[in-house]
């Protein structure tokens, strides 16, 4: 008889029980005949025969997507990884993790030491591969880099791109990716705010050239300057018929350039707004909402499910954690399973219940925590609130209202 494993988590939000795989994220709300169900799961007294239709009906859902314990599947190691296959850029965005006075004279890794990284990735067993930089396409090789990477690692691959560079030079790589992404700053062609102005017009030329022969995704920077124009940005992606997303502009707001950009709580609230509101399914990256609708989480992987490794080597718990003290090692002085299992990377420890105001969150299964790596770059503490916190309880509220009022 199957029963409930422990990669199965119930629990409650505005009143409703709910039942959450630990493994794939799923949650499934219950109503008092689903509560009956899973009571007699829990007591390992169910008899399939005795129940109702519908709850028969959810007992084939819970069998069908692991949630008995008998199918239990643990899942651990490195999930999704960046590649920062180079530092140097053709443009000058404020507040890039990249961005640094020689970053065009860098000593990057070869093609050949990218391939040691690259047959790593594999026996760990990673599924999907973001690439970026710098601007990645300003390396000769790429094409080689991503050929490598779809005969080697089973998994979707992804390249970043600032869309500034010449087609043909995108056009040779394309058969070896999944997805395109590239990343604006303006909602139309005479728009700026953290980026070289005058290089809208050239970006969504490349859109409009290239959207028919790979899927594109658009990345928005959200800051406090372009909070108001969310609408125009889901407007843009619409009508060039490709996918968008927002990311936080996560930067150390302690620096004076920055503090224009700095949300406001106001700022969240509408972001929380935007985002339930949303007619595309706008998500926004490393965030609570970076899906359509709810899943569950326990935190934000970084580390453990999630690294990032940088132009020269260094390995780091995620893409926005580029900085000396949270460097967990470099590919070059062994083998990556080993580097990350003998890390000392203090994150790797923290539990959900740690983080500020966390363990008394209804949302906190729901939200993971959010991120860690925003939370040390706002606060230099990883175990404090991340900023965001603030949009993702609006965007749940929002979210809960709709379920409870059906």
Known sequence: ???????????????????????????????????????LLKSNLIEISSLSDNQKELYKVLEENDF????????????SVYLHVNSACNLHCLGCYSYVENRNTRNELSFDEWKCVIDDLSLLGVKNIVISGGEPFLRKDLREIC????????GSLE??????????DYEVVLPYIDALNISIDGYDDKTSFIRDKGIMKRVLDTVERLKEKIPIKLIVTLHKK???????????????????????????????????????EDDFVIVGDNITESENGTTILDTPTDVVGITYREGCGFGKKT?????????????MLHCQECKMGNIKHGRLKDIIDESDFEGNNILLD????????EYKNLCGGACRGRAYLFTGDMKKRDPYCLAAKRFYDNLFAQYTSI
Not at 307 to 319: L, Q, R, T, V
Not at 354 to 361: A, K, R, T, V, Y
């Open 1 to 39: 008889m199957d029963w409930l494993g422990n990669n199965v988590k119930t629990f409650k939000v505005k009143g409703i029980t709910i039942i959450a795989n630990r493994n794939n994220g799923m949650v499934i709300g219950l109503d008092r005949e689903g509560e009956e169900v899973v009571d």
């Open 68 to 79: 008995l314990k008998s199918c239990y599947k643990e899942i651990k190691g490195i999930d």
């Open 147 to 154: 050929k490598y990477i779809k005969e080697t690692v089973n």
């Open 159 to 168: 390249v970043i791109s600032n869309g500034t560079m010449n087609i043909s």
């Open 226 to 264: 372009n909070v108001p124009f969310m609408k125009e940005y889901e407007n843009l992606a619409k009508k060039l018929g490709v996918f968008m997303s927002f990311s936080i502009f996560t930067v150390d707001f302690s620096e004076k350039i920055f503090e224009d950009y700095k949300f406001s």
């Open 307 to 319: 690294i990032s490794i940088a132009y020269n080597g260094d390995i780091y718990p995620c893409h």
């Open 354 to 361: 740690d983080i500020e105001e966390c363990g008394i969150c």
